[in-house]
């Protein structure tokens, strides 16, 4: 059985965080193809929006009546009672394909005597609470192949939103990593035991980490984010140990350690820098990564860091060498490729995510 992955909106850092757990997917643009998957695993992903089964694979150039095609596929998963409810959403988005084929299904439902209704809106593909509330169906369209596929898990939207906005203690100020990119980052470490955040602020990483079943400890120069993260723990019903400690001068790790931890990010910016204010801004923060770098963090230990980049258009200004830089101080990095990011469009300071180890 084959499962297509619909990734979020950064897809190459989303389809790295599949690619830890299913090696061999194959990526089909803003989608991950993967063998023999289990549909669960959406629960522990941050970066895949959905989870939809592969029904008919048929090479791009073969012509076919979709309509057809789906209205077969519909047919099976009529309930026993009550109104079917369905929806199509198609990639790319093709606004007069969507509203042709439902046009075309409405007669041939009635006709064998199902009473239905669609979720599309105004020849839109399903939002992801439709998606969830009904069966649906996506078309998705790649060069050498047509999908159709059945939708079989959505992630739970509401579940990570109250995690992100309801916890009892936010600080806008120095910015709070959304769980979805905690989870793709403690994803991308793999941890075994325990994931440490020596700059934890106010604990969305020990909140996933946790909630994902691993132990937890932080720690951070502040106070208050030390507070916060009890807080915010407690309000999710755990707790780990936390402690006020400067990250550049940690002189023990705890014993099989993870490190997952997006660091200073630097000042809020009022609007984009020039390149050359950027540069100075970066500059002036990368002691700071690479003090914590140099503390005797044990062999063999996976660190996985969101360090500032400033989300220029066309032209994205990264901290300058550092990969080289973590090199020069130990540290090997298992992917040799254009840094993956998380910025949303418009944002001045964008995330950068990197993945050491130490040798
Ligand atoms: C961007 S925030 C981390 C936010 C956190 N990921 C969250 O979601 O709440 C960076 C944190 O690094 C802390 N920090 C800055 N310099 C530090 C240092 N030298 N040692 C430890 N923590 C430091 C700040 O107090 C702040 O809480």
Same mark, same amino acid.
């Given at each position: 059985?084959?499962?297509?992955?619909?990734?979020?909106?950064?897809?190459?850092?989303?389809?790295?965080?599949?690619?830890?757990?299913?090696?061999?997917?194959?990526?089909?643009?803003?989608?991950?193809?993967?063998?023999?998957?289990?549909?669960?695993?959406?629960?522990?992903?941050?970066?895949?929006?959905?989870?939809?089964?592969?029904?008919?694979?048929?090479?791009?150039?073969?012509?076919?009546?979709?309509?057809?095609?789906?209205?077969?596929?519909?047919?099976?998963?009529?309930?026993?009672?009550?109104?079917?409810?369905?929806?199509?959403?198609?990639?790319?988005?093709?606004?007069?394909? #969507? =509203?042709? +084929?439902? /046009? !075309?299904?409405?007669?041939?439902? $009635?006709?064998?005597?199902?009473?239905?209704? &669609?979720?599309?809106?105004?020849?839109?593909?399903?939002?992801?609470?439709?998606?969830?509330?009904?069966?649906?169906?996506?078309?998705?369209?790649?060069?050498?192949?047509?999908?159709?596929?059945?939708?079989?898990?959505?992630?739970?939207?509401?579940?990570?939103?109250?995690?992100?906005?309801?916890?009892?203690?936010?600080?806008?100020?120095?910015?709070?990593?959304?769980?979805?990119?905690?989870?793709?980052?403690?994803?991308?470490?793999?941890?075994?035991?325990?994931?440490?955040?020596?700059?934890?602020?106010?604990?969305?990483?020990?909140?996933?980490?946790?909630?994902?079943?691993?132990?937890?400890?932080?720690?951070?120069?502040?106070?208050?984010?030390?507070?916060?993260?009890?807080?915010? #723990? =407690?309000? +999710?019903? /755990? !707790?780990?140990?936390?402690?006020? $400690?400067?990250?550049?001068?940690?002189?023990? &790790?705890?014993?099989?350690?993870?490190?997952?931890?997006?660091?200073?990010?630097?000042?809020?910016?009022?609007?984009?820098?020039?390149?050359?204010?950027?540069?100075?801004?970066?500059?002036?923060?990368?002691?700071?990564?690479?003090?914590?770098?140099?503390?005797?963090?044990?062999?063999?230990?996976?660190?996985?860091?969101?360090?500032?980049?400033?989300?220029?258009?066309?032209?994205?200004?990264?901290?300058?060498?550092?990969?080289?830089?973590?090199?020069?101080?130990?540290?090997?990095?298992?992917?040799?490729?254009?840094?993956?990011?998380?910025?949303?469009?418009?944002?001045?300071?964008?995330?950068?995510?990197?993945?050491?180890?130490?040798?």
């Amino acid at each position: 059985m084959q499962h297509i992955f619909h990734l979020g909106r950064e897809t190459k850092l989303c389809l790295t965080e599949i690619l830890t757990f299913y090696p061999e997917a194959k990526d089909l643009g803003g989608f991950a193809l993967v063998k023999n998957a289990d549909p669960k695993i959406l629960k522990r992903l941050g970066g895949t929006i959905k989870i939809s089964e592969v029904k008919q694979e048929l090479p791009a150039s073969l012509p076919v009546n979709f309509t057809e095609l789906i209205f077969n596929e519909l047919k099976k998963n009529i309930p026993n009672s009550g109104k079917f409810q369905y929806g199509l959403s198609i990639h790319p988005s093709r606004t007069g394909l #969507l =509203k042709k +084929i439902l /046009k !075309e299904l409405k007669p041939k439902l $009635k006709q064998e005597k199902i009473s239905s209704r &669609y979720l599309n809106q105004d020849g839109k593909n399903l939002s992801s609470i439709q998606s969830a509330n009904c069966t649906e169906l996506n078309l998705i369209f790649t060069n050498e192949k047509t999908y159709l596929s059945h939708t079989v898990a959505t992630q739970n939207i509401a579940a990570y939103s109250k995690r992100d906005y309801e916890r009892p203690a936010r600080d806008d100020m120095s910015g709070m990593l959304p769980p979805k990119l905690a989870q793709i980052m403690i994803n991308l470490a793999q941890p075994e035991e325990l994931v440490y955040d020596p700059f934890c602020g106010s604990g969305t990483i020990l909140q996933e980490a946790l909630l994902m079943g691993f132990q937890a400890k932080g720690s951070d120069l502040s106070e208050k984010a030390i507070s916060d993260s009890q807080k915010n #723990l =407690k309000w +999710i019903g /755990k !707790e780990c140990p936390l402690e006020i $400690k400067d990250a550049t001068e940690i002189d023990s &790790y705890p014993k099989n350690c993870t490190i997952v931890a997006e660091s200073y990010l630097g000042p809020p910016q009022k609007g984009f820098p020039t390149p050359e204010e950027a540069k100075a801004a970066l500059a002036k923060l990368e002691p700071l990564y690479l003090d914590f770098l140099k503390t005797p963090i044990p062999s063999g230990t996976k660190v996985v860091l969101a360090l500032p980049f400033f989300n220029l258009q066309n032209n994205p200004i990264f901290l300058e060498n550092f990969i080289e830089k973590a090199k020069e101080l130990g540290y090997s990095v298992p992917a040799e490729e254009a840094p993956l990011t998380y910025a949303r469009k418009k944002q001045v300071i964008g995330r950068m995510i990197i993945s050491l180890r130490k040798k």
